[in-house]
């Protein structure tokens, strides 16, 4: 099994709501991140896990929180979001988050649209 | 810091010319680079990567060769299909700083039937 899945394809939700975005892998990668993506830019880094603890934060607001429940899961917890957070969100893995030569690889991605 | 320059888009070439989507990067140490393919609707693909100075990367067709000596990785394919319409992303990553994956800008590739 060599892909990332991501749960669900699109979300739609309101400022007021509590929402998670999913992320699966099983090639037993210790490394996985939240990209965010707009639209015609390059995905942003948001968070690094590293053995299932959060090793690089990227001064993403509160209203994002993420969660690795272990090394196949990652979470991103969502709660008052503002339109501005409309976005791709993308999801990656890779064997270890250090070695210039560890590519990762990316889910297909959520959908994002906040109204 | 690192940075990775792509050669502005959009790109429109007709079916079976030749491809060159053009990347220079500037980065501490002995980068990793890489080409990731995003397809309308979906996530980034790795198309092809090189390690170290000389490697060539190849993929469906599509070539890159890593060249110090100029800090380049252009991407090739001889050939192109309207299946290869899609943004293309150079990045680089090190082993040194904060180890993130560098990306490009991009480049929107559409080809024409």
């Known amino acids: 099994d060599t892909e990332v899945t991501q749960t669900p394809k699109h979300l739609v939700m309101g400022m007021t709501n509590k929402k998670s975005l999913k992320c699966e892998q099983h090639m037993g990668h210790r490394a996985m991140y939240w990209y965010k993506q707009k639209a015609k830019k390059p995905p942003e880094l948001m968070f690094v896990y590293s053995y299932e603890k959060l090793s690089i934060n990227e001064s993403v607001p509160s209203r994002f929180s993420p969660e690795c429940p272990n090394s196949s899961l990652l979470n991103l917890h969502l709660h008052a979001l503002q339109p501005e957070d409309s976005a791709l969100y993308l999801c990656?893995?890779?064997?270890?988050?250090?070695?210039?030569?560890?590519?990762?690889?990316f889910g297909p991605g959520t959908r994002l649209t906040v109204l | 810091g690192d940075s990775v320059t792509q050669m502005e888009g959009p790109v429109t070439l007709s079916e079976e010319a030749f491809l060159t989507i053009n990347c220079t990067y500037t980065a501490t140490g002995y980068p990793s680079l890489f080409w990731y393919v995003q397809y309308p609707g979906e996530g980034l693909q790795l198309l092809l990567k090189a390690t170290k100075a000389d490697d060539k990367g190849s993929n469906k067709g599509f070539e890159a060769t890593y060249r110090k000596e100029t800090t380049s990785f252009h991407l090739e394919k001889g050939s192109v299909q309207v299946s290869d319409s899609a943004v293309y992303f150079c990045?680089?990553?090190?082993?040194?700083?904060?180890?993130?994956?560098?990306f490009g800008t991009g480049t929107r590739l559409t080809i024409i039937p």
């Open positions: 990045a680089l990553k090190t082993n040194f700083g904060n180890e993130k994956l560098t």
């Open positions: 990656a893995s890779s064997q270890d988050r250090r070695g210039a030569y560890n590519e990762q690889f």
